[in-house]
């Protein structure tokens, strides 16, 4: 094995300018401090369980991810200064191939190669030899295999001229035991019974390969509110695009449909561990009571079932946690980290059983007031947006902002959306954007926002909508924020002048995001992958525009990549 970048590179990469670092709790922090022994406890056992998670993720993104790291160790022991940089890189974006903020691969590795089937697929297939091999089993009868195949939990490897798939609780089965035995520790320590039940939950639907296991799990999950402590298993699907191609092949998707075959994407596993913190889940959950009002009001909502009905919102839990742990695919820095999450997805077999959803907020990574940060946020506004809109750009208005993307999650199309292959998860981040500021101004009549509150939402939003490179279309997030940039500065509610100032026109914002949210939904309800490609051709388009203000951003942010510092956590492991 060769390290791919130079030690001159990697001094640069690795340099606190360049490398952003996004630390949860410390050792000392009050909210550790404040728990109950047994909590404490059982936050040990929990930060353990995480541990697992990380290799299980390298596993899934690369198969020569955890080769990599052991020859980076080895090369360490001896002394090599490269390899210890390279190993501060590897364990930032967790694995030997990643993305910078600018939207270009970091290859740790001399020649390795990145797969749209990741590691979640044999490395030398390529999606015209699935979907024949796919073609052929179906023809030849072995339907219960297929949809093995294609199944949201399975690991696929050749099988001679075949595949065949196994799934998770096999190919994982030595990191899962460990991590249920730790859970299960958990569940005799935490005070609080209904996460205990939830931990024993989870503990036991690692051990056994039944999805009803999960979805069990799963719905405890989401009724959790009231608890000291948060744990999360995460089971989300933006690293595989090959499963969702598929749907690209007419003959394949007539098979796959004819025999009643689903396509679910395979989940990346990831774990967070939290404190919850109540005067910001006390926050949340003012919001919760005007659920039903948002789902009112979203457009053709006589057209489909959603999650969250206008006479029901019971079944959406939500909390404030701040972070002790985030392992596996919650920690990956790749670009950016997750500041909230909303599951679990419309995929997952909970939902068909009565379970519901839960928002958990990361607060750690969306709270950023160090000297640093403040400064790099004043250096863009005044680089980038016009000044007479500064006294409307809060900080604090893009958590607002995404208090609302995250319940949008739970509006809109039900099901369906699978059919949409690799653009699903473009479309539905796009849907929950766009919900969050078509519903302001009912929330803010409803009086859930002050109109200069909504202004913030609205200007912050606008002045965030630019990138510093056009991402590549697997950067679900990132898409989605050049297709909203285009649309806006198309339909004139935002402008970027000459000299690459951003100007908002706050009048428009709202009926234009709400144009761009039916569009959205009735591209959801087509459930046609054509319709759904055509939608981001027509607007992930890089303008002059858009690239002006990219290069103010890259003049003023020298940042590359990122990493997540858990201090606490680290401590918890010894």
């Keep these: 094995m060769e390290i791919n970048l130079s030690i001159e590179e990697l001094e640069k990469r690795t340099h606190k300018d360049y490398l952003i670092r996004k630390q949860m709790l410390k050792e000392d922090a009050p909210e550790y401090n404040s728990l109950s022994d047994g909590d404490k406890e059982a936050l040990k056992h929990l930060v353990r369980a995480a541990q697992y998670a990380n290799v299980i993720y390298m596993k899934q993104d690369n198969e020569l991810n955890l080769p990599f790291l052991n020859f980076l160790n ?33 290859i740790l590795l001399k020649d ?7 590691a979640f697929y044999p490395s030398d297939l390529s999606k015209e030899e699935l979907h024949s091999i796919l073609k052929s089993m179906i023809k030849n009868g072995e339907i219960e295999e297929v949809k093995n195949i294609l199944n949201q939990r399975t690991i696929v490897k050749r099988d001679g001229n075949k595949l065949k798939a196994n799934d998770y609780t096999v190919e994982f089965k030595e990191e899962f035991e460990k991590m249920a035995q730790e ?11 209904d996460f205990n039940e939830y931990l024993t939950l989870q503990a036991k639907a690692l051990r056994e ?10 719905k405890k999950w989401a009724t959790l509110q009231d608890t000291p402590l948060e744990f999360t298993l995460s ?15 007419e003959e394949l998707k007539k098979l796959l449909e004819g025999n009643n075959i689903n396509v679910i994407s395979k989940d990346s596993i990831g774990v967070r561990v939290g404190i919850v913190n109540k005067k910001g889940t006390e926050d949340l959950l003012k919001v919760k009571n005007y659920l039903p009002l948002m789902a009112e009001n979203m457009p053709l909502k006589e057209k489909y079932e959603q999650n969250i009905s206008s006479d029901d919102d019971n079944l ?14 919650e920690g990956s820095y790749r670009g950016g980290i997750t500041i909230a999450q909303n599951l679990p997805n419309n995929d997952k077999l909970s939902l068909t059983i009565g379970g519901g ?13 160090s000297p640093e940060a403040i400064e790099r946020r004043q250096k863009r506004l005044d680089a980038t947006l016009n000044k007479e809109l500064h006294k409307f750009y809060n900080p604090e208005a893009d958590h607002w902002f995404t208090i609302g993307h995250e319940n949008v999650h739970s509006l809109g199309p039900k099901s369906g959306t699978e059919a949409l292959g690799k653009y699903k998860n473009i479309i539905e981040e796009n849907k929950a954007d766009m919900g969050a500021l078509a519903l302001l101004q009912c929330l803010t009549n409803a009086g859930v926002y002050t109109e200069e509150e909504k202004n913030q939402i609205l200007v912050t939003f606008g002045a965030n909508c630019f990138l510093k ?8 997030h990132r898409v989605r924020t050049v297709m909203q940039a285009y649309f806006f500065i198309s339909e004139g509610a935002i402008s970027v002048n000459n000299d690459g100032i951003i100007n908002i026109d706050i009048e428009k914002m709202i009926p234009t995001a709400n144009k761009m949210l039916t569009e959205i939904i009735d591209v959801q309800l087509s459930q046609d992958f054509n319709k759904g490609e055509n939608f981001i051709k027509k607007y992930f388009n890089w303008t002059e525009e858009i690239d002006a203000v990219s290069k103010k951003l890259k003049e003023i942010d020298k940042s590359l990549n990122g990493v997540v510092i858990t201090p606490l956590a680290d401590l918890l492991c010894e």
């Design 235 to 249: 089971r989300e699907q933006y690293a595989d695009l090959m499963t969702g191609s598929v749907v690209e092949d």
């Design 209 to 218: 390969n039944d999805p009803m296991l999960d979805a069990y799990a799963d």
């Design 112 to 118: 390795a190669q990145e797969k749209e089937g990741k």
């Design 316 to 329: 959406q839990t939500m909390v404030d946690a701040d972070i002790v742990s985030l392992r596996g695919d």
């Design 357 to 369: 959803r839960r928002n958990v907020y990361h607060r750690q990574v969306r709270t950023s007031n």
């Design 183 to 193: 859970l299960e520790l958990a569940s005799k320590l935490s005070t609080n019974a």
């Design 469 to 476: 490179a056009k991402p590549e279309l697997s950067q679900a």
């Design 74 to 106: 080895d090369e360490i022991s001896k002394g090599n200064k490269q390899a210890e940089l390279t190993k501060i890189l590897f364990d930032a974006q967790l694995g030997i191939i990643g993305i910078d903020s600018e939207s270009k691969k970091v």
